[in-house]
Structure formats: structure tokens, C-alpha cells
């Protein structure tokens, strides 16, 4: 089947790692590992994450477990006709609590198991949820990574009331406009940073109060700071919140070792620094549930057919998009 696959790894030029072509999925070590009730998903749209460019630099990927077709995010139909949006999140069989993202033998789709950015992709069935009919395929592909990652942030870990100021570092990604729409629908005040004004001016017409370039000394200390950049925007983060503040973080796009850790701002203020990962089955139940009931729909930067899935990483490694980067029939 059309596949867009990691062929190998290249740690400095990703996308010299990528082939887009035909591949037999059973032929790659996790197809030949899918166990039990799996069920095959028609993709009819699915969404480029970051950590699609980190699987080709062989982050979180070992050469050894390619060729691996990329992608977390899917939204399709089943064999019985079902419209479904599929959970990325692979628990390990003997895992049995309510978190999944608790799992230390979790993955996500492309890890180990064969991913989404595909004619097909085979998931277990409990990962499965149902997609209304009020989202598109495109809109429902966008959610299960980025938006759904945002979505644990702030509503089930930074302890943010309507009413607080939130911080997100980085205006155009995936997690970052998903950051800025929840944050305004969920009523608080929403400050933005961004390397690039017109990123930044772009999430205020979409509902961010304010930005601010990256780094600049903002004009109060908020009460929560997004975090996804990691090394590049860490100090300025922790130097950002109230005391009792509370940074979550979900990634780190600029690098893991930021020059100054602040370890001693964090105790002195005292400040919460809480890490937070994709998000559970019943939360991303929740925030389709949410999109129904508001209204409120991911930016899709752009679309484009799996076939020319290659220009599609070529986007998203620019740095210049503003949303969700989709692949689907145009
Ligand atoms: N833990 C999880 O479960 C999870 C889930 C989803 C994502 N993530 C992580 O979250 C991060 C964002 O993911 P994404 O898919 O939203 O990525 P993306 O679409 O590529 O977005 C990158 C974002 O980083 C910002 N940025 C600011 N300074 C940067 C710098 N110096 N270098 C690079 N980027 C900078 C960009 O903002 P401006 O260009 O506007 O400045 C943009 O908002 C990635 O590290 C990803 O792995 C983690």
C-alpha cells in the first residue's frame, strides 16, 4: 500500500530519511508483532506531528525497527462502515490502570507499530472512537496528538481557572494554535510568544489577547506557562510565572538542555514544574465532545495527498506553518 515511511535514520536531514511509496506493512517488525483484536482503519485523513521529523532523526525511533510508516494521528472507516478517530496511544496488553499515559511500556502509533500516514493502519479496537458527524475527516485527524496533548495540559494538569492568564511558548505549531483556541474558548486571558510577528499576529486574530516575541520580558508574571520548545524558551518561561505558578511541558522542539535549568527560581518562588504526555482515551472523548458542542475547529495549515506526503514534510520541517499540517484526498 501508499505509505510514507521512515526508510532510515538521518539524524541532521530528515527528510533524506523519508521515502513515500509503496510498502507491505506486514514486512516491518510491527507488523509482524500485531497481536489480538487489531482491527484495519481506511485512513481518510491524517495529521504530521513534530514527532514525525523527530522519528526520522531517530528520535524515539532505532534504525533497527525501519522501514516504520510514520504518523499518529488517523481519522477513517472501519470494515463495518464506522467513521472513527483513532487513539494513538498503544498500551502494553498487561497494563491495566485508567491512565494510559502512565504506561512505561506505552507507544505511540510509529513507534512500534506500524503508523497512520497510510492507505491503512491497524490499530486495537479499544482505540477506537466513534468521529460525529459534525468534524470533517481532516478536522478529526487533527486531534489525537496535537490537540489532544493540549487539551491534558491545560485542562487536567496546570490547575488553571477561567479568569487566570496562560502563557503558551510559540505561536504557529500544532500543540501551540491548539494551546490558543482551547485556552480562549475555556475563558482565560491567552498571551503567546513567537519567533516570527506575523505567527504572532495570526494567534491573536485567533483568539490570543496578546504576543510577545520570543524572550521578551512580559509585562506581569502569568499564572501558567505551556511549555513545548524546551531549551530555547525554558528561563524565560520559569521567569514568567507568579510565584506558585505552574510551567507544563510537553516536549522539547529547540533542544532537552536548556543553559540555565533555574533550579533555584523554581524552589525559591516556590513553582510547580509538571510534565504532561498526549492524553487518555476518555480525554480525547471529552475534547471531540467539546469541538461538538462549541464550534471550535483545529487551523489546517494546509492539505495534501498522501502521494506528495514529501512536500507535506517539507512544511512542517520550514517552521512556517500555522496549524495543522493534513494529509487527505483535497
Ligand atoms: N509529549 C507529548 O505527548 C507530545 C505531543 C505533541 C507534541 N509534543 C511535542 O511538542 C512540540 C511541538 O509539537 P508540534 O507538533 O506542535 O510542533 P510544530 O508544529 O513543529 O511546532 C513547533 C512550535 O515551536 C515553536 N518554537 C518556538 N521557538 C522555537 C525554536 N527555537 N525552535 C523550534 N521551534 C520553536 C514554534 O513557534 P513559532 O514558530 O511561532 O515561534 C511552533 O509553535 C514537539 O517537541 C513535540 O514533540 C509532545
Avoid at 158 to 170: E, F
Avoid at 243 to 251: K, L, T
Amino acid at each position: 500500500m501508499l505509505a510514507a515511511y521512515a526508510a532510515r535514520i538521518d539524524a541532521d536531514q530528515p527528510l533524506a530519511a523519508l521515502e513515500v511509496g509503496d510498502l507491505e506493512v506486514a514486512s516491518t517488525p510491527g507488523g509482524a508483532l500485531v497481536p489480538g483484536d487489531w482491527v484495519e482503519v481506511e485512513v481518510r485523513a491524517a495529521a504530521l506531528n513534530h514527532h514525525d521529523l523527530f522519528s526520522l532523526q531517530g528520535v524515539g525511533l532505532p534504525a533497527r525497527a525501519c522501514p516504520m510508516v510514520l504518523g499518529c494521528d488517523a481519522a477513517g472507516v472501519t470494515a463495518d462502515g464506522d467513521e472513527v478517530l483513532v487513539h494513538a496511544v498503544i498500551n502494553d496488553p498487561s497494563f491495566t490502570g485508567p491512565d494510559s499515559t502512565a504506561d512505561p511500556r506505552r507507544s505511540l502509533l510509529s513507534e512500534r507499530y506500524p503508523g497512520t500516514l497510510a492507505e491503512r493502519v491497524r490499530v486495537p479496537r479499544t482505540n477506537l472512537i466513534a468521529k460525529p458527524a459534525e468534524l470533517s475527516f481532516a478536522e478529526a485527524a487533527c486531534l489525537p496528538t496535537a490537540w489532544l496533548t493540549a487539551y491534558r495540559m491545560l485542562f487536567t494538569q496546570s490547575g488553571l481557572r477561567p479568569g487566570n492568564t496562560v502563557l503558551t511558548q510559540g505561536a504557529g505549531g500544532g500543540v501551540a494554535t491548539a494551546l490558543v483556541l482551547l485556552a480562549r474558548h475555556a475563558g482565560l486571558r491567552v498571551w503567546v510568544t513567537s519567533r516570527s510577528a506575523e505567527r504572532g499576529e495570526r494567534a491573536v486574530r485567533l483568539g490570543a489577547h496578546a504576543w510577545f516575541p520570543s524572550g521578551e520580558r512580559l509585562p506581569e508574571r502569568v499564572d501558567a506557562v505551556m511549555e513545548s520548545v524546551g531549551a530555547a524558551t525554558w528561563s524565560h518561561s520559569i521567569n514568567s510565572l507568579k510565584p506558585g505558578g505552574a510551567v507544563v511541558i510537553c516536549g522539547t522542539t529547540s533542544g532537552a538542555e536548556p543553559a540555565k535549568a533555574e533550579l533555584t527560581k523554581i524552589f525559591f518562588k516556590p513553582l510547580r514544574v509538571i510534565g504532561s504526555t498526549m492524553g487518555t482515551q476518555d480525554e480525547l472523548t471529552d475534547l471531540v465532545s467539546m469541538l461538538v458542542s462549541t464550534g471550535l475547529r483545529p487551523v489546517i495549515d494546509s492539505t495534501y495527498p498522501l502521494a506528495d506526503a514529501r512536500d507535506a514534510f517539507a512544511r512542517l520541517e520550514s517552521g512556517a506553518a500555522f496549524g495543522k499540517v493534513v494529509l487527505a484526498a483535497e
